[in-house]
């Protein structure tokens, strides 16, 4: 048995109504319920005639420049639009129909979103107050039940403050004390220090002086000895 039911490619579609392909992509994503776009398994999409009279409905009523919202609802709510080689206008009566209807639910929505804020205000108010009141109640009972333990409270704390002060006291006074102890130190090895440079440099020189002599000692042996030696050969040729 054949499938007589007449299916239109989306060039196909576009061509016949004069609508650009990107309209119908997104008259698909925005009029979704009114439309029901087949694809094939390679994702092509397919339009029957049911779509393409509701394609024709849509462009005829944007091309009023009525607003995506009430296109939607004249469809949805099944007004009559007649379209007859797409130049087909709506009936006054029923445009007259959709305005009062569209005002009218204007109206009880406005009606009832200022009665729901109203609402909200006033629990709001309520909710204050009352969150106000305990939390006043429950402070004087803090303070008529808790007097004397903050009383305690404070005289442990204070005791507690000056016990740490005194112990601060006496660690800066240790702290001083070995201060002074490690000057005094590094002030005798100082001194130490000093006494031996001192005692150094004598060595130092008396090094050197005991060498210059030696030095000198050594020279005359050697003047003396090389004299006797010279005196001992002229007496030699003389004889």
């Not at 108010?125 to 007097?147: A, C, F, L, R, Y």
Request: with cysteine; proline share 0%.
């Amino acid at each position: 048995m054949g499938n007589d039911i007449n299916k239109y490619s989306t060039k196909e579609v576009s061509k016949l109504l004069k609508i650009p392909v990107g309209n119908l992509r997104k008259w698909e994503r925005t009029f979704d319920g009114l439309l029901y776009v087949q694809r094939t398994k390679t994702g092509a999409r397919l339009y029957t005639d049911y779509e393409i009279d509701t394609l024709k409905k849509i462009k005829l009523l944007k091309d009023k420049n009525i607003k995506d919202d009430d296109v939607k609802y004249i469809l949805e709510t099944k007004i009559e639009v007649e379209v007859d080689d797409y130049n087909e206008e709506v009936a006054d009566v029923e445009e007259d129909y959709k305005y009062e209807t569209i005002l009218s639910l204007q109206q009880e929505t406005v009606e009832s979103v200022e009665k729901l804020t109203s609402s909200i205000f006033t629990f709001k108010d309520e909710m204050i107050q009352e969150t106000k009141e305990e939390i006043k109640n429950e402070v004087k009972k803090e303070i008529n039940s808790g007097h004397h333990k903050t009383s305690s409270l404070v005289q442990s704390y204070s005791q507690m403050m000056l016990d740490t002060a005194d112990q601060a006291k006496e660690e800066l006074q240790k702290l001083r004390l070995e201060i002074e102890r490690e000057n005094e130190e590094k002030l005798f090895i100082h001194q130490k220090l000093e006494e031996r440079e001192v005692h150094f440099q004598e060595f130092v020189q008396q090094f050197r002086e005991t060498a210059a002599a030696k030095q000198d000692q050594s020279l005359k042996r050697k003047v003396t000895k090389w004299f006797s030696q010279f005196s001992k050969d002229k007496k030699e040729d003389y004889c």
